[in-house]
């Protein structure tokens, strides 16, 4: 409202050429009266309106001057300084009414004429709307200006005498009420235009920003195809410069512009010309259109009720290409960028449609050798950069009309949908292996990688993808039985095979559940006394049907399927139970995997065992690999070490075939050392050297821990062993076969002599 009220003070002094005119007017209105009746008061009536004529342009020029330093005040301070002028122009607009209000009283009551009453009732009464029209914005002006105007008029007519003039100014009372009634409904009515206005204006600019803010363009057509608005993003897809209106404009100009600034090919022109106008004309479905720079637009028109239509538009160039990476995301390997499981059975499929005629092709699944060592010993990252350099060599091997794909973990999967005819899949397999199999260069490590391969074979109209996956599966597991390196080709045995593995899996969940296994002891006799000193637990497994398995075939599954804790549990608390019934010079020994030292309650486990069967810690030893410590060799330590506190005794168990044998004697918590049976196959014919068997246990003797001789299995073995410096105790074949625990009873009863090597034979007691 303070905007409202400055405004209307603005126009008491907005206009001197009127008041200008008007005093002339006066001037001569009065100056004829004076002519008229000779009077004197009339001249200085005269001199009274050209010096309050006077002022009043003075205060016009300095309110104008004063105007333009009130410009910066707020709402608050520009209220007080407009009531200050519109109070100055209160007494000299009252000066300048009051003088003609007591012209008209002289020339009807002081120096009277026909023309000077005929004069002052039109000069009073010109005045008046001249008063409405200007002052209608302060009603507290008007009414002290018509009240100083009207009021010696009445006056002076009331004072002439007759009824005419008394009714005259009777007639002032109403009129004064009138002229206020008159300007507050003028008031009135500009205020609501005003806020019309501003209302109007506001809604204005906030389309304005609402459209030219909008992440669509915007075009609204007439029914001729020209533009009535359009919006700064329009502009923008058009690279239509902002200077320039295009409000006016046909729809074919827009393209021009689109076509003159590089945006739009003569092309695109066109086939915008011929497909956006009839949408625009007529409505329709969105179209997309590619712009020159690459930019994905997508149109709509929505036709108005009337004529013409509303044309909207998006860059959906974003939207695009999300939508592509989803796609590949959906399709692709992240890490290699090979087509993932999903993706490679679609491309597969579509691939075995183009062709008709007859033809074989091959499925080969592979994947690297000991890769989780990279992983463990390198870490993630670097197993990542594994990956993806082997997949950028199967890419190099994609070039051979072949398909890629990353199917999880280290396992890829390639696809040969066209063999050369009479081509052996072999030489593809070893093809394959070659390109893979080297030296890798990982962020300054060097790694060897080999791989392992299952192939298999078919014709293109037999092809199914599951069974073929199944195959080559069965094919790779082949070459991981095999050893490292090494590729296979499907054949029907495979299949036996894995039948019967799938069986044996399923009767060893059932076995364990029922605890159907059994235990062994291969006895482990002194090198000096010839007694035995502990037996080592056997794992062992006879089946109602499938008959005795050995525990090379189902202790590797049983590590598969997660239960192999729970063969451990069982022979270790059997054996305990059966240890407890022997003498007590007569240990046991136990193995352990590497999963075993993995679980968490593993010691709890062990403790329990004691407990339940009674034997004593110092009668047990737990036998590890060198495989298991290398898996996690710190955590495995601190657990071998809170075993060894107890007093249970710590075994190296097959010493000599891991990766650094020599490295794990000082490192672990070792009480003895096993040698492994491949340092005593062929000493008695001179194919492995004694002295290399002498060597390494007088090395063990050095580090003060006992030498057990694994694998004797002859007696000319035996009589080397025994003649060899620092073995502590034999075990092996040549010894006796594995034992129920009651032979071992048995034979803890007898002294062996140490003249000569005796074989252990299972009493008849046991046989029986």
Known sequence: MAEVYTSFVDTFFADSRSLVVGVGMQVIVVGAAWLDTGHPVYLVLVMAILVTAFARLLQMRAYREDKLKAANLDDEAKVRWATLWETRYLWLGCAATSLIGIYAFVAMHVA??????ISAFTLVFATLPTVVGRLYGSPKLVSVIVVSLLVPTSLGAALYGDLAHLSAAILCIPYILLIQTLVRNIRSSVLDAIHGRWKNQEIAERFDVALNNMSHGLIMFDGDLRVLVANRTAKVL????????LEGRNFEAILRYGKIRGVLSARQVEKLRRQLIPMILEGGSKKRFVLNDGRHVEFKSNPRAFSGAVLTFEDITERINAEKQMVNMARYDALTGLPNRGYFATLIGERLKQKIDIGDCALIMLDIDDFKHVNDTLGHSQGDALLRAVANRLKDFRSRDVMISRQGG???MVFVPDMTPGAEPGRLAETLRSTLTGVYELSGEQVHVTVSIGLAASTRDEFDLTKMMMKADLALYRSKALG???????????DAEYKRRQRVKNELAKALDKDKLTVRYQPIVDAKTGKIVACEALSRWNHPELGDISPAEYIPLAEEMGMIGKVS??????????????????????????????RSRLLEEIDDALATSGVVPERLEIEVTETAVISNEQDMIGVLEDIRSRGIKISLDDFGTGYSSLSYLHKLPLDKVKIDRSFVEGIESGQTPIALLRGVTSLCKTLGLQVTIEGVSSDDQLNLVLATEGVSRIQGFVLGPALPPSSVLELARHTLLPVSPVRLVEPAVAAS
């Open 238 to 245: 058009f690279d239509v410069p902002s200077h320039i209106n």
């Open 410 to 412: 280290d396992e890829f």
């Open 484 to 494: 490292k390196g090494v590729w296979s080709v499907f054949e029907e045995s495979m």
């Open 569 to 598: 549990r069982s022979v270790l608390n059997r054996a305990l139970r059966d240890c407890a019934t022997w003498p007590e010079t007569v240990n046991i020994s136990v193995n352990l995997s590497a999963i075993d030292f993995r």
């Open 112 to 117: 009277y004429s026909e023309y000077t009453v």
